[in-house]
C-alpha cells in the first residue's frame, strides 16, 4: 500500500510564501515523477509543477518565476516552494506520484488527499 501525506498548507496574505511537502510511504519499488496539481472551487484540477527522478522539471505558466518544485530521493519527498502568493493561487494542492510499488509491478498513478492553500488579498 503506498500512501502520500501532504502537509504544509495553511491562510497567507497575499505576498507570503508558503512551503508544501509531500512525503511517499509504504511498498515503493522506485518513483518516476512526482507533481503538484490544484484545484480551485468551480474549477478543474490543474497541473501546477513536476519534477522527474532526474530533475528536470516544469510549471504552469502562471507560476513560473514564483515557485520550485523540488525532490528528495532518499525520502521519496517532494517540495513545493511557493513565494509572492496571489488570492489566485487559492486552492486545494494535491501530490501525484507516478511509481512502481513492487519489482513486478507496473508503472502507477498515486494521489495524496490534498492541502488547502488560501491567499487573502
Known amino acids: 500500500q503506498v500512501q502520500l501525506v501532504e502537509s504544509g498548507g495553511g491562510l497567507v496574505q497575499a505576498g507570503g510564501s508558503l512551503r508544501l511537502s509531500c512525503a511517499a510511504s509504504g511498498s515503493i519499488f522506485s518513483i518516476n515523477a512526482m507533481a503538484w496539481y490544484r484545484q480551485a472551487p468551480g474549477k478543474q484540477r490543474e497541473l501546477v509543477a513536476r519534477i522527474t527522478s532526474g530533475g528536470t522539471t516544469n510549471y504552469v505558466d502562471s507560476v513560473k518565476g514564483r515557485f520550485t518544485i523540488s525532490r528528495d530521493n532518499a525520502k521519496n519527498t517532494v517540495y513545493l516552494q511557493m513565494n509572492s502568493l496571489k488570492p489566485e493561487d487559492t486552492a486545494v494542492y494535491y501530490c501525484?506520484?507516478?511509481?512502481?510499488?513492487?519489482?513486478?509491478?507496473?508503472?502507477?498513478?498515486?494521489w495524496g488527499q490534498g492541502t488547502q492553500v488560501t491567499v487573502s488579498s
Open positions: 501525484n506520484a507516478l511509481l512502481v510499488p513492487s519489482l513486478r509491478d507496473i508503472l502507477r498513478n498515486y
